[in-house]
Nanobody, 119 residues
Framework: QVQLVESGGGLVQPGGSLRLSCAGS????????LSWYRQAPGKEREWVAGLPTVGSIRNYAPFVKGRFTISRDNAKNTLYLQMNNLKPEDTAVYYCNAPRVPSGTRFSWGQGTQVTVSS
């Protein structure tokens, strides 16, 4: 059974940092492109950042580029999102998943991790 378990969220002041983790199980983690997504209250879920199975090409949504860094440790079956210079508009529940081409995701969503940016 595939499981995606996100963690690392919390309350942080504007300009602060957080590091999110996503632990995957029930599938061959290293064989999947992976992405982070987020959903703010009252809004649709949106794609944030993506990282392929191999290589170093990282892709970011314009609203996080230069502030967030996606990485993975296939030996630990874990995906990370380092978030710096956080803004109130980054407040959302953050999720990980494996994107499907041309659209959608491969797995059921996990519970996500709440990130709240507020002074």
């Amino acid at each position: 059974q595939v499981q995606l378990v996100e963690s690392g969220g919390g309350l942080v002041q504007p300009g602060g940092s957080l590091r999110l983790s996503c632990a995957g199980s029930g599938f061959t983690f290293s064989m999947y492109d992976l992405s982070w997504y987020r959903q703010a209250p009252g809004k649709e879920r949106e794609w944030v950042a993506g990282l392929p199975t191999v290589g170093s090409i990282r892709n970011y949504a314009p609203f996080v580029k230069g502030r967030f860094t996606i990485s993975r440790d296939n030996a630990k079956n874990t995906l990370y999102l380092q978030m710096n210079n956080l803004k109130p508009e980054d407040t959302a529940v953050y999720y990980c998943n494996a994107p499907r081409v041309p659209s959608g995701t491969r797995f059921s969503w996990g519970q996500g991790t709440q990130v709240t940016v507020s002074s």
